[in-house]
């Protein structure tokens, strides 16, 4: 993009955020004075972070004892494989940029490579992880056959597609246990990364079992950095919390990712989550330094841009963060259905076998259930509508004729 | 009366998808047994709620390509014979191996396809695998129908071996062995060999922008890369033209067929073609051979309809 090209960017994208106020100079290392006054507060619990100020400068937090100043919102590289939408996001005002050896294939380290030999090495941070193949994904341990040097290996791989001589933060990647994180020829190879220069800081990165893996981190006293899992999904996410304050406290740097927790409140997605409250419900947290969301999109750059500028939870916004009501699948058995059904269905049975279906996705339970109740063999379809309301709300015809069908599937195909 | 079997399919289908996990007759169907070799770990099942488990954030990038379900196993055998029944007749090499196997399904087969160009490296030399394959010393990667399945050698590497076992696999799969349409239509002068690379949503960084596939090309020092969009109908073109033209200055005519030129805040100048369910264009550096290649490129699209 040549430069009245990017002028127009800003212009019609980016809608008033300075280029230039982030450019070189942002990734120095922070002052030991500024480093006091980020310590981590006592109490872990959020506070709402203070509005942005009315300048252009979007907040920025010091990436703990690494001492890297970087914008409370940075990007998740792995969705994008265009790199005009990195420079956009560069030249928007982010500076962190996060992906991993194994993004698809090195595919997207390659395409990093090609926006960062363009830029001046201060201008932007970057971060890698690198996963170790002798985890084992389900125990989160290490086999008795790994070695460290599968680190150094990769992390010169990444350095080569990347054109860097060093990364800012080398995550070792995907960790859910404490022995992993521990695990000494891993720690090794880590400490001996940053001895030579190759990485600024390292760390870890984990999105399940995160609390263990945070105190492993602290414990170790060798990480520099956590990226974790955190949203306001996570059944957890207290625990989370407390472990982030914790780290913090013991100075470590604390980069958030999934904060957008799924994207879509449901599976089908058709109801999505408010990006925007859900990043700030994150950044809410003061422990949290920054937050990697995920983007591929020019409206998404600007909507995260729109955080990074001013990052206050508003009540609209919480409020939308609480789950949609869903009708569930509970019957109450009121009985009041009985009186309006035309074709007198034993319709809290039927609902009954419903919840068997999809909700305890026991589909014999709800075909033993379904054939005891002798039903006619196209039951609803006698109606033109129905006069049944349902005191729970479920759509009961619908339930009805989707769960009648079952009668005739085989029961060996029944799982 | 009763309804016939086929017309209770697309319920039954829809249980079977709705389960859990898939049942592990389905799942065993597409690890088939192969001479020497057994399955000594797996498999094990991923839906597009748990692949994160196995991929991290690596999973966004399939679930963009509607990823379906992983089949994850390993096969290992013992009883290698140095120099005898294994391929290369290599005297030194061990005489076990270990191969993990990742079985990924998408929507389709050019889903399928396309999340493989997203991890192909531009350039790198093809297999006759499937659709297509490549390797490395300890990998190898192909696509066939809408299966795209990594196989890792771990241990000591053996590429013969590995490819042996490749082919072996591939050839009991289900599913096309013919690459996306699409990509006839793409001119051969100045194509960088196979780095084209599809996109299925959010083209350009554009989210309106779906379906697409790009080809790099350099001719006589100049890069630059040619698309193309196949939209569900004329319709959803229409309005993908309508929406892109509306972010940037743009010249051209209307909507519902015609040419112009979307200064894209994100990709500069954007050359846009666009007629029926087709939408072609370019974009990066442009020069007359970039010209002369989208205007064969338009008449090459319009024979995908014939």
Known sequence: ?415 | MKRPWAEQGALLAVLCVAATSQAGSEKESLLPKIDGWKISDGPTGYTPETLFEYIDGGADAFLQFDFEDLTAATYTRDDLRRGKNRPGHDATAPTKAEISVDIYRHKNAVRAFGMYTQERAAGTTSLPIGIEGHAGADHLQFVVGRLYVKLVQMGPKDPPLLRQFAEKLAASLPGTREAPAVLKAFPERGKRVRAEKFAARDFLGQSFLHDAVAVPYEVEGASFRLFVVEGKDSADVSTMVKRYRAIGKSDGGANSEGAATVKDPLNGGVALRWKGRWLWGAVDHPCPERQSLLDELGQRVAALER
């Open chain 1, 1 to 415: 993009m040549n430069k009245v090209e990017r002028r127009d960017f800003l212009r019609l994208g980016m809608g008033g955020i300075a280029a230039g106020a982030l450019s070189a100079g942002c990734a120095t290392m922070a002052s030991s004075q500024e480093r006091k006054t980020l310590s981590p507060a006592a109490t872990p619990a959020p506070q709402p972070a203070p509005a942005a100020p009315a300048a252009m400068e979007p907040p920025r937090r010091i990436l703990g004892r690494t001492g890297i100043k970087v914008p409370t919102v940075s990007m998740g590289v792995m969705n994008a494989d265009n790199p005009n939408l990195v420079r956009a996001a560069l030249d928007g005002g982010i500076l962190l940029l996060d992906t991993a050896h194994g993004y698809q294939d090195g595919r997207n380290e390659e395409m990093l490579g090609t926006v960062l030999r363009d830029r001046k090495r201060d201008a932007f941070v970057l971060e890698t992880k690198v996963f170790v193949s002798t985890l084992d994904r389900k125990t989160g341990l290490f086999s008795k056959d790994t070695r460290g040097e599968e680190i150094e290996e990769k992390l010169d791989i990444s350095l080569k597609r990347l054109g860097l001589d060093h990364v800012d933060i080398l995550y070792l990647h995907a960790q859910s246990a404490r022995e992993g994180v521990h695990h000494e020829s891993i720690c090794k190879a880590l400490e001996k990364a940053k001895r030579d220069g190759k990485a600024r800081a390292i760390g870890v990165s984990t999105h399940k079992n995160e609390p263990e893996v945070i105190r492993a981190a602290v414990e170790a006293k060798l990480y520099d950095v956590v990226l974790t899992s955190y949203n306001f999904r996570q059944d957890h996410h207290l625990q989370v919390q407390q472990a982030i304050a914790e780290a913090a406290q013991a100075g470590l740097g604390i980069v958030a990712m999934k904060t957008q927790a799924g994207v879509f409140w449901d599976k089908e997605k058709t109801s999505p989550i408010n990006m925007k409250a859900a990043l700030k419900w994150a950044l809410r947290d003061p422990n949290v330094h920054t937050a990697i969301p995920g983007f591929s999109t020019l409206e998404q750059l600007q909507t995260d841009l729109e955080v990074l500028r001013n990052p206050t939870l508003i009540e609209d916004e919480k409020r939308s963060l609480e789950a949609p009501k869903v009708v569930g699948f509970f019957c109450q058995g009121c009985d009041q259905c009985l009186e309006p059904c035309l074709q007198k269905l034993p319709i809290p049975e039927l609902m009954r076998s419903f919840m068997y279906a999809h909700a305890y996705r026991n589909r014999q339970a709800a075909q033993s259930l379904l054939l005891e109740l002798g039903l006619p063999e196209f039951p609803c379809d006698d109606c033109d509508t129905c006069a049944v309301r349902c005191a729970k709300g479920f759509d009961v015809r619908q339930r009805v004729r989707d769960i009648a069908r079952l009668r005739a599937v085989p029961r060996e195909f029944l799982i």
